[in-house]
């Protein structure tokens, strides 16, 4: 469930990299008294959340190399790999296109990309960096052959 902003606070069971600031409430919705920004309210809350951003990631990740009408190099080879033998040259080559698309976002980087066989599919672990936020957190992705990325 998304965090609700009353006024300048956020629910504190909900992770943020920053605290929303809120310039305006709303003057007829309220939350335990409090105003809540809504669309439309002057705010200045900008969606950089970490979640956010991995959430861009893994859309990337799920379009298959060539669906892009305007860019037929945008996309992830390991949907046309999934039924190959995973050979050396295979890996490198996942291998380097997991790590182009994890810099394809200016506020991501990934270390350590490895990828391996496991019982129905794929694997890839790496390291990934949000660079706004000096996190980093360990990937692990499993791109199986029925039921598509977990």
Same mark, same amino acid.
């Given at each position: 469930m998304p965090a609700? /902003?009353?006024g300048n606070s956020v629910d504190s069971d909900v992770?943020? /990299?920053s605290t929303p600031l809120r310039?305006? /409430?709303s003057s007829d919705v309220f @939350?335990?008294?409090t105003g809540v920004s809504r669309q439309g309210d002057n705010n200045s809350f900008q969606q950089f959340? @970490?979640?956010l951003i991995k959430q861009n990631l893994l859309n990337h990740l799920n379009i298959r190399q060539g669906e892009k009408l305007s860019d037929p190099r945008f996309g992830c080879i390991i949907w046309d790999a999934l039924y190959e033998p995973l050979t050396a040259q295979l890996k490198d080559a996942i291998t380097a296109n997991v790590t182009n698309i @994890?810099?394809?976002d200016p506020r991501t980087r990934a270390a350590g990309v490895q990828v391996s066989e496991y019982e129905s599919g794929l694997q890839?672990? /790496?390291t990934l960096m949000y660079l706004d936020y000096n996190i980093s957190e360990q990937l692990k992705l499993q791109f199986d052959k029925s039921v598509g990325l977990s």
């Amino acid at each position: 469930m998304p965090a609700v /902003c009353r006024g300048n606070s956020v629910d504190s069971d909900v992770a943020h /990299c920053s605290t929303p600031l809120r310039d305006q /409430c709303s003057s007829d919705v309220f @939350v335990d008294g409090t105003g809540v920004s809504r669309q439309g309210d002057n705010n200045s809350f900008q969606q950089f959340d @970490v979640s956010l951003i991995k959430q861009n990631l893994l859309n990337h990740l799920n379009i298959r190399q060539g669906e892009k009408l305007s860019d037929p190099r945008f996309g992830c080879i390991i949907w046309d790999a999934l039924y190959e033998p995973l050979t050396a040259q295979l890996k490198d080559a996942i291998t380097a296109n997991v790590t182009n698309i @994890v810099n394809y976002d200016p506020r991501t980087r990934a270390a350590g990309v490895q990828v391996s066989e496991y019982e129905s599919g794929l694997q890839i672990e /790496c390291t990934l960096m949000y660079l706004d936020y000096n996190i980093s957190e360990q990937l692990k992705l499993q791109f199986d052959k029925s039921v598509g990325l977990s």
